[in-house]
């Protein structure tokens, strides 16, 4: 995702590409920069905004520092915790910070989507399908789904299931009691169904990314618009005034 990230900046000319950081790749390149294995590299090259797709125990490392020097965040990272973002929130005072689970526009439609559907629907699962790498389950994305349709509908019905033949066959259950799939399989990217369940009908909600570059536009957005949202934001629904 990085050198993706670092491609889509270059490429764009509203903003400018000056460091990439990765200590599995330093002395590499991505996107004709070089890459450093060392954070401050960033602070050296005075960047504004620094985009951060890595893992929640990197994240947990390095995004303090960020807000210390002063630079914003936007973050793709996942698996961060509600202990996670209140630390965030307590740290970024002199630069702003964005927490996505999602920066496919597409995907970000599907959530408030979702959340709209919530109310007119006494049963809903979610199944999330994502790449055989992916080391976290559920997906950021559907754990914020289900924390928004849950927010939005108090009205579930109860899983009338009495036995698992198999422990764990029907998922998880999130906010609201909400049972949430996990898929993990080679070939895919990331891919998410939210379906809604009442008297005779079905309604499906799915958003598919088949490549990474569909993350890209709104990781551009975030960028440019990371400066004029103060402090903490979670969600890039709140930079599309969804």
């Known amino acids: 995702m990085g050198a993706t990230v670092c491609e889509a900046v270059a490429g764009d000319d509203e903003v400018e590409l ?43 490392e390095t995004l303090p520092r960020l807000a210390e020097w002063g630079i914003h965040a936007v973050v793709g990272t996942t698996g961060l915790s509600a ?17 996505a689970p999602n920066f496919a526009i597409g995907a970000v439609l599907m959530m408030r989507f979702a959340e709209m ?10 199944i999330e399908l994502h790449h055989d790498e992916k080391v976290d389950a559920p997906s950021g994305t559907a754990m914020r789904t289900v924390e928004r349709m849950a927010a939005a509908s108090k009205e579930w019905g109860t899983d009338p299931t009495k036995q ?13 009691g909400i049972h949430v799939h996990s898929v993990r399989l080679r070939g895919l990217v990331a891919h998410q169904e939210v379906l809604l369940g009442t008297t005779a009908q079905l309604l499906t909600i799915r958003h598919d990314s088949f490549d990474r570059t569909s993350f890209m536009p709104g990781v551009l957005l975030a960028c440019k618009q990371v ?10 629904d709140a ?3 969804l």
């Open 164 to 176: 698992q033949v198999i422990e764990g066959a029907r998922g998880g259950a999130g906010p609201g």
């Open 117 to 126: 559907a919530a109310p007119f629907f006494p049963s809903a699962e979610v």
């Open 83 to 99: 202990a996670d973002l209140a630390a965030l929130e307590a740290a970024f005072t002199r630069s702003n910070c964005l927490v």
């Open 18 to 60: 000056v460091a990439a950081v990765d200590p599995r790749a330093e002395d590499s390149q991505a996107a004709g920069q070089s890459i450093s294995g060392q954070l401050e590299a960033v602070q050296r090259a005075g960047a504004d905004v620094v985009v951060d797709f890595t893992t929640a125990e990197a994240a947990r």
């Open 239 to 241: 930079y599309l005034d």
């Open 227 to 236: 400066s004029s949202h103060p402090g903490l934001t979670v969600g890039l």
